[in-house]
C-alpha cells in the first residue's frame, strides 16, 4: 500500500485502562506512588554511592549505573501514563510517541546488557577473588558500562528509525498505556518483515545473549561456591550475588511472562486477561525499578552501613 496523505496519522491513542474506569483512579494513585518510591529509592542509593568512597568499586559502579538507568526509563513512560488517565483525549502526537518509545527501548535494551556486565563482575569477583582488582579494572568496567548504554541507543535508534517509515491506516489505537513497540508495529498497514527480522536480532544480542552469559557464569559461581569449605565462607560468597541474582529472575521472568504465554480465545476470557497484561506490564515498568534499590540495599551491610554514616554526618552538621 502506498503511503498517502489519507494514510499519514498525527497522533496515537492510548486505551489502557479506559473500559475500566474504576480501575484507573487506583492505578493512577499506584502509579504515581510507586514513582515517587523510584525516584527516591533510586536517588538515595546513587547519593550513598558516590557519596561513599568505600562503594567506589566495580559492583557498585554497575549499581549506580541500574539507578540510574530505572529512573530514566520509568520517567520517559510514567508521566505519559499518568497524563492519559487523567484526560478524556488519550491522545499523543505521533513525534511524541516516537520519542517515547525511542527511550523506552533504549533503557530497556541497556538494562540487559547491564545485568549481563554485572554478572561477569559477579562471576570474576567469585572465581577469581585475588585477581579481582586487576582484571575488573577501571579500564575494563567503564567500557563495559557505557557499551551498554551505546548498544541500547544505537539499537533503540535502528528499531525506531524503522517503526517511523511504516505506514498507518486508519486505526491509530493503540492498546497499551505507552507507545510500546510490538503495539505499534500491529497497526502498519504494511509488511513489517524487515521490523520483525531487526527485532529478532535485537532480541538475540540484547536479551539472549546477555541471559546466556548470566546462566553460564553463575553455573561457575555456584560451583566455587560449593568448593568452598567452610559456611561462612559460602554465605557471604552467595550474599555478594543473591541480590542481582534476584533483580535477574524478577527482570527477566516478567519478560517472558509477558510474551511467552498463550492468548485466550474467549471473549470474557480475553476481557480479563487485558486487565491481567496491563498490571503485569505494570509489574515490569514500574514494579522492578521501585524493588532495585530495596533489594540491593536490604541485603547489603555496605550500602546500610554507608547510608548510616551519611545521615549520621548530616546529623552532626545540623547539630552544630
Request: proline share 4%; net charge positive.
Amino acid at each position: 500500500m502506498e503511503r498517502t496523505n489519507d494514510s499519514i496519522l498525527t497522533d496515537f491513542v492510548l486505551v489502557g485502562l479506559s473500559a475500566h474506569p474504576k480501575l484507573q483512579t487506583v492505578f493512577f494513585v499506584l502509579v504515581l506512588w510507586m514513582y515517587l518510591m523510584i525516584l527516591l529509592g533510586n536517588g538515595i542509593l546513587i547519593l550513598v554511592i558516590i557519596y561513599d568512597s568505600h562503594l567506589h568499586t566495580p559492583m557498585y559502579f554497575f549499581l549506580c549505573n541500574l539507578s540510574f538507568l530505572d529512573i530514566c526509563y520509568t520517567s520517559s513512560s510514567v508521566p505519559l501514563i499518568l497524563a492519559s488517565i487523567l484526560t478524556v483525549r488519550k491522545r499523543v502526537s505521533f513525534s511524541g510517541c516516537m520519542v517515547q518509545m525511542f527511550l523506552s527501548f533504549a533503557m530497556a535494551a541497556t538494562e540487559c546488557l547491564l545485568l549481563g556486565m554485572m554478572a561477569l563482575d559477579r562471576y570474576v569477583a567469585i572465581c577469581y577473588p585475588l585477581r579481582y582488582p586487576a582484571i575488573m579494572s577501571k579500564g575494563a568496567y567503564v567500557p563495559m558500562a557505557a557499551g551498554s548504554w551505546v548498544f541500547g541507543l544505537v539499537d533503540s535508534m535502528v528499531q525506531t528509525s524503522l517503526a517511523m517509515q511504516l505506514p498507518f491506516c486508519a486505526n491509530n489505537v493503540i492498546n497499551h498505556f505507552v507507545c510500546e513497540i510490538l503495539a505499534i508495529l500491529k497497526l502498519a498497514c504494511a509488511d513489517i518483515s524487515i521490523n520483525v527480522i531487526s527485532m529478532a536480532g535485537s532480541n538475540l544480542i540484547g536479551l539472549v545473549i546477555p541471559l546466556l552469559v548470566i546462566f553460564i557464569s553463575y553455573i561457575f559461581i555456584a560451583a566455587t561456591i560449593l568448593r568452598i569449605p567452610f559456611t561462612e565462607g559460602k554465605r557471604k560468597a552467595f550474599s555478594t550475588c543473591s541480590a542481582h541474582l534476584t533483580v535477574v529472575i524478577i527482570f527477566y521472568g516478567t519478560i517472558f511472562f509477558m510474551y511467552a504465554k498463550p492468548k485466550s480465545k474467549s471473549s470474557v476470557d480475553t476481557d480479563n486477561q487485558e486487565i491481567i497484561e496491563d498490571f503485569i506490564s505494570l509489574f515490569y515498568g514500574v514494579m522492578t525499578p521501585m524493588l532495585n534499590p530495596l533489594i540491593y540495599s536490604l541485603r547489603n551491610k555496605d550500602v546500610k552501613a554507608a547510608v548510616r554514616k551519611m545521615l549520621g554526618r548530616k546529623n552532626f552538621s545540623d547539630g552544630i
